[in-house]
């Protein structure tokens, strides 16, 4: 029988008008301890092929603005002009348009703001700009830099179309690759299934990163280094099977596991790109790895754009599938009442009762094992919850007073995520300490809260 589990809040923040579409948390000035970044803008939007349908014309905020935050709530800087706050913007697919990291060597972090026909690069200490560059098109709002220094000719960031794409260009494409400087060092190119998200980490072992772009591992000298082996790059279609969202678990042997929630497939592949497995879905739209059950080494977590939730093992066996309920616990905004959620990233995993990066081994099961438990974690729509491996919702966030979302005037047809109703979940470690907090958030207030 199943035993939920109720995380407690113990820390909440309040953004005022700098509040974001999106936040973003990096360490930007050395301390240990990750800032906030507050994302106001379009996003995809922006791109006049959406700017001008009609309820995204209705609700077009009137200006881009990143403001950071220290995690005590210290206003540090604010860049760009913030939108009023008395009234809804709209703003779709926002998770990649900022990115941060040391891009050229000098031990400081900068911040990269894609913002559709410009990028630009600011100091992460104080959000001056340090570079901008012109893009050929107004559709560039992904972008992802390496963290460590390149030599000429690669590629100190990425940043990409995460739509539709113009002229012979097709959904997510193109890529360009800049220096330091954010001038162009290779591309415009197309990479096979890149769709919303890049991932910058060391994919082969060799002490340096690679971006994760799609289906493939990509030098940063632009080099294709692998890509999944299920994946024949001629064939893909660009809008069916692109990458919505990757995720990736280092397991206790040292293997780096690679999930993709591919649009119209699921896959499993190790690093290097052989696949474990792949599954068909009805709209594969997020995945979470990790150890939601005992009865296998780890699990494979997929997410159907309004359900069902599946669990896989991974060997690709399906273990279960579940529905995925809107909750309210504080009741349900009028104006959000039968409207559309579509997030980008809409499940992640959470470890509970201990610290599963620190396993060890057990003789009785075979596996690595540790006092942690992972659990799938909901939010794409309502306040966020959470799965156990069994399929129950197990996992439970106390809503504080101020996650009651206030009621607005929306223009018909509108998503209610990309007006700033529901909430985001990220988790990472809040305090420095080890351990990682499940960070739940809107347009106004985040919460912390701790396993």
Known sequence: MSTTVRVRMVQEMAFGALGGAELFFADIDGDGKPEILAYQGPAVFGARMYAVWPHVAAAFPKSTCLSAFRNDGTHLWTWGEPNPADKPYICHAHESCVAAGDVDGDGRVEVALADGRKVFLLDGLTGKVRAEAEMPEDNFYIVQALGEKTAPGEAALVVKNGEGGYGTWRYGEPLIALDARLKTVWGPVAIPGAGHHILSLDLDGDGRKEYLVGYCAVKPSGKIAWTVDAIDPSRVDADKEHVDYPDVLRLASGRLMLGFAGSNKAYLAEAGGRTAFTHPGPHVQGCALGRF??????????????????????????LWQRPAPLRWPLGCPKAAEGRVFHRNRPIVTFSVQGTPEKPVFSKKTGFFESAGKDFIVFTDGGWPWGLDG???????????????????????????????????????DWDGDGVKEAVVYDRRYLWVYRP
């Open 293 to 318: 059950r005992k009865d296998s080494e780890f699990q494979v977590a997929i997410y159907n754009d309004d359900g069902p939730f599946v669990l896989y093992d991974p060997a690709g066996r399906e």
């Open 390 to 428: 069994d399929g129950n919702i197990a996992l439970e966030f106390a809503p504080p007073a101020n996650s009651r979302q206030p009621e607005r005037d929306l223009p018909p047809k509108a998503r209610a995520d990309d007006l700033g109703y529901g909430f985001a979940t990220q988790v990472l």
